[in-house]
């Protein structure tokens, strides 16, 4: 009896250690994989460099955000829509209006104060090739005052993919 609970014992023993280095095994390989396929995640890296806003009149505002993004992957980003969102200090979120590139144009005309366009506007169908690195901007308008605006708790940019895929730059506050 007891020569039938020291086999036992060795077979659940060596049951055990086939399992824990079937795993270590396992693991080992799903790591290998990761790294070995890190150029094919496709994202954009970055930081916002400037916000700029401007009060078109006691009710709206208009935000030019200049930034500088890069492709690390292997493959390229193609842009099918930015999304801008201000998040106010008091913690509710603030939609907001793309500004086409035309009309950019007309609003650093009228508008003096915001300095003049430093960067390219980013637009739709915009590609990102593998470790590009660019400088783009965004304009944008939303209905709040400028004082609202400029005590924001947060701005996020997020940049959305063809294939659906997104990567989002947060403004350092």
Known sequence: ?????????????????????????????????????????????GQIQKVRTQATDENNTVIVIDFRVKNPSEVPFVLRDTEVTLTEATGGTVATNAVADVDAERVFGYYQFLGGRFNRTLKTKDQIKPGEMLDRMVMVSLTAPEDRVKNRKELRLKFIDVDGVTSELVEAR
């Open 1 to 45: 009896m007891a020569r039938q609970n020291d086999e036992t014992t060795i077979w659940s023993r060596r049951f055990f250690t086939f399992i824990g280095i079937g795993l270590v095994v396992a693991l080992a390989a799903v790591g290998v994989m990761l790294v070995g396929t890190k150029g094919a995640h496709l994202r954009l890296e």
